[in-house]
């Protein structure tokens, strides 16, 4: 435990607290330590208490989402991990402002649930997320996506708490999404709100299908992961290539150290068994990181979000 007198942080604020909390189960990897402080705060006024306090007296805060995209140190994680699943941060508001064609999130809100809503409710806009499993404020800060599109396409405006504890709204033409990056401060999304069209209910769950269908045959989504270790990388000839195809022609597949492993379905998706150390996961990306480079002469750089002692938050 890192932090000197935590209760002064927290202990007049309405949040769940829970020390030296195990966050494996938190993680779609399943492994990995433990933070020395996790929050869940219960209200906006008590995150935003949180966020000054943690600035003032310079404590890291980090801001977990479903553990999709998240590998966390066997040592576990210093400073404040915060956790947006109480009920206020996990609302969905249709037809938001009076206006069908607008749906508002928090930032704890299930993507999932959110696109299996959207079918049933008969709205386009969202369905290029079916089978990626987010948070809203995680799927958000990574701008999460695939084929068919990514969610910054559906965003109309984004509420994000500074550090200072300042709720700030930007609106979509203040707001650029990239390949796997947003134009976002640092922060943490409180909501956000997307743009969704009425449409055919049986065209949304047939679209809805017809991705979810697609992800299912090319990816091992039921595997201990977080989808894709590494990003796409710019060839030295500047055209862009599949991680995951580089991965395959390297002859990386089914590859392991320890209990983790390169999946023999998707290069791109390296996974772990039961037992396995977050150490073998880190050594099996060094591994195809050099071999990669070895043969191709790319640097593969990791979109998973890995968490450590002492890294800047
Ligand atoms: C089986 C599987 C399939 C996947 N397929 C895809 C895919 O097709 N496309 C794709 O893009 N990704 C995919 N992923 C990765 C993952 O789904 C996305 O990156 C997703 O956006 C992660 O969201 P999360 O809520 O789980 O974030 P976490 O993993 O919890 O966190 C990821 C990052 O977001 C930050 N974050 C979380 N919540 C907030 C918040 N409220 N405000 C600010 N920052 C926040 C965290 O601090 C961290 O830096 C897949 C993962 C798995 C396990």
Known sequence: MTVASPSSLYSDLDVAVELDAPLASHTWFGIGGHADLLLRPRTLPALETLMRRCRRDGLPLRVLGS???????????????????????????????????????????????????????????????????????????????????????????????????????????????????????????????????????????????????????????AASSAGCMFRNPTMPDGTMKSAGQLIDLAGLKGTSVGGAFVSMQHGNFLAVNKGARVHDMRALVDLVQERVFAQFNVHLHTEVVFWRRGDEA
């Not at 009076?98 to 999130?105: D, F, K, L, Q, S």
């Not at 299930?110 to 809503?117: K, L, N, R, T």
């Not at 068919?148 to 550090?163: C, E, P, R, S, T």
């Not at 947003?182 to 047939?206: E, H, M, Q, Y």
Request: proline share 3%; net charge neutral.
């Open 67 to 221: 553990g999709a995209n998240l590998l966390v140190d066997d040592d576990g994680v210093d400073g404040v991990v915060v956790k947006l699943d109480s009920a206020i941060f996990k609302t969905v508001e249709w037809n938001a402002s009076g206006i069908v064609e607008r749906m508002r999130a928090y930032g704890g809100a299930s993507m999932e649930s959110i696109v299996q809503e959207c079918k049933r409710r008969g709205l386009r806009g969202l369905e290029q997320m079916a089978g990626i499993p987010a948070s809203i404020g995680g799927a958000i800060r990574m701008n999460a996506g695939g084929k068919y599109g990514a969610i910054g396409d559906a965003v109309d405006a984004v509420a994000l708490l500074a550090h200072d504890g300042a709720l700030r709204i930007y609106q979509r033409d203040e707001l650029n999404f990239g390949y796997r990056t947003t134009n976002l401060p640092a922060g943490i999304v409180v909501w956000a709100s997307f743009r969704v069209a009425s449409d055919d209910p049986v065209a949304c769950r047939k679209r809805v299908l017809e991705i979810f269908t697609y992800k299912q045959s090319t990816q091992p989504l």
